[in-house]
């Protein structure tokens, strides 16, 4: 096991494989038009699975891949295939936006991906219209459909949870996961780079969440986890779950073994982390699978990061990064750096 400086193991890599994205999420990507990471600096298939293999050598077992959008980088199922060629990745996820999962979802499968999470914070297409501003809410449904279908189980819906935006709508979810044979996730809204019109007044909390959800379905039983996965669980009592993922007013970075690789090779220890660890330079420059490790090993048992925790101890807190500073270095996006 690679242990970081407060004891926490290196156990999950978020991989973004592209920063590319077909919406336009007021929390994520308030702007119209980003620049992109050049395509050259882009880290092929065979240079990805290199660094996830030299990752899970050092005990890396859950793999998720994101983004931006994953499902515009071309053939990705080619991708998944190589990672799920990898016996010591437990468990491989992705996290999409939905849109281009119909199509995409048989192909998934059959590369050797285990779970899907699907991104949907509203089941109404004109809110949908708004908050992405692309109207593409009958793709997102048809993709969620299209996972049974394709033979997943285990299929997450992750809602970000703003207020006057869809604070009303967490019941119905939650109803609507249960038709789709899915858990719901309610995730704080985060102060994360690129949520340049975040204010702590639009988070809904997690006690809030859940008493709006309990005045509509009544008792809510806490379910005991020894996971280190963000969510907090709960049971209603006719045994539907959902979670709850509060990372604004109940951080978990003391249990974090989370880090995150962006599409061209620089490599994060915390959402919030200022700066990445460039892991394409070595790799192109020739070193081993050996020399990589030492430098992902080294990096790691130094790694203090508690983002979140940081954060949420200031007493005035206000948007992360401004737009300009984000201009100036994009990989301080939320979606170049993978949610
Ligand atoms: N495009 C894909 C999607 O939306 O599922 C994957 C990348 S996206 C950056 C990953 C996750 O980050 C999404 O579930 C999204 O809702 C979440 N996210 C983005 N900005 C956020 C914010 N400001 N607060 C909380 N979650 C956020
Ligand atoms: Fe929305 Fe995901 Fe795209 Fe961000 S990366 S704008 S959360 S779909
Ligand atoms: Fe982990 Fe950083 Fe998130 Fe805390 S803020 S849970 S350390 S990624």
């Known amino acids: 096991m690679t242990l970081d400086a407060l004891g926490r193991p290196l156990r999950s890599l978020r991989i973004s494989v592209t920063d590319r994205c077909n919406l336009?999420?007021?929390?994520?990507?308030?702007?119209?038009?980003?620049?992109?990471?050049?395509?050259?600096?882009?880290?092929?298939?065979?240079?990805?699975?290199?660094?996830?293999?030299v990752f899970a050598s050092l005990g890396v077992d859950r793999v998720r891949l994101t983004?931006?959008?994953?499902?515009?980088?071309?053939?990705?199922?080619?991708l998944v295939e190589l990672l799920a060629a990898d016996a010591r990745v437990r468990d491989l996820a992705i996290t999409t936006n939905g849109v281009l999962l119909a199509e995409n979802a048989a192909a998934l499968r059959a590369a050797g991906m285990h779970r899907v999470t699907v991104s949907l914070d509203t089941l109404r297409a004109d809110r949908f219209a708004e908050l992405t501003r692309r109207d593409l809410h009958a793709r997102v449904l048809r993709g969620i459909e299209s996972l049974a279908a394709a033979g997943f189980t285990g299929t997450k819906l992750?809602?970000?949870?703003?207020?006057?935006?869809?604070?009303?709508?967490?019941?119905?979810?939650?109803?609507?996961?249960?038709t789709m044979?899915?858990?719901?996730?309610?995730?704080?809204?985060?102060?994360?780079?690129?949520?340049?019109?975040?204010?702590?007044?639009?988070?809904?909390?997690?006690?809030?969440?859940?008493?709006?959800?309990?005045e509509r379905?009544?008792?809510?039983?806490?379910?005991?986890?020894?996971?280190?996965?963000?969510?907090?669980?709960?049971?209603l009592a006719d045994g539907t779950t959902f979670g709850i993922i509060a990372s604004t007013t109940t951080p978990f970075c003391s249990t974090?073994?989370?880090s995150r690789?962006?599409?061209?090779?620089?490599?994060?220890?915390?959402?919030?982390?200022?700066?990445?660890?460039?892991?394409r330079g070595p790799l192109r420059a020739g070193a081993t699978d050996?020399?990589?490790?030492?430098?992902?090993?080294?990096?790691?048992?130094?790694?203090?990061?508690?983002?979140?925790?940081?954060?949420?101890?200031?007493?005035?807190?206000?948007?992360?990064?401004?737009?300009?500073?984000?201009?100036?270095?994009?990989?301080?996006?939320?979606?170049t750096r993978g949610g």
């Open 67 to 78: 983004g931006g959008e994953p499902l515009l980088r071309t053939n990705v199922s080619t």
């Open 290 to 335: 050996d020399e990589i490790a030492q430098i992902v090993r080294s990096v790691w048992n130094a790694r203090r990061d508690r983002g979140a925790e940081q954060r949420a101890e200031m007493p005035d807190r206000q948007v992360l990064v401004g737009i300009e500073r984000l201009k100036r270095d994009p990989h301080l996006e939320m979606h």
């Open 261 to 279: 690789l962006t599409a061209d090779g620089l490599w994060y220890l915390c959402l919030y982390a200022p700066r990445g660890v460039d892991l």
């Open 181 to 214: 044979g899915a858990e719901v996730r309610f995730i704080e809204y985060m102060d994360v780079g690129g949520a340049t019109h975040w204010s702590l007044e639009q988070v809904v909390s997690r006690a809030e969440i859940l008493s709006r959800i309990e």
């Open 158 to 178: 992750d809602s970000v949870v703003i207020r006057g935006r869809n604070e009303d709508e967490l019941g119905d979810l939650i109803d609507f996961g249960r």
């Open 217 to 235: 379905f009544g008792w809510i039983e806490p379910i005991a986890e020894t996971s280190s996965a963000p969510a907090e669980r709960f049971r």
């Open 24 to 53: 336009r999420c007021r929390y994520c990507m308030p702007e119209e038009s980003y620049e992109w990471l050049p395509r050259n600096d882009l880290l092929t298939f065979e240079e990805t699975a290199r660094l996830a293999g």
């Open 256 to 258: 974090c073994d989370r």
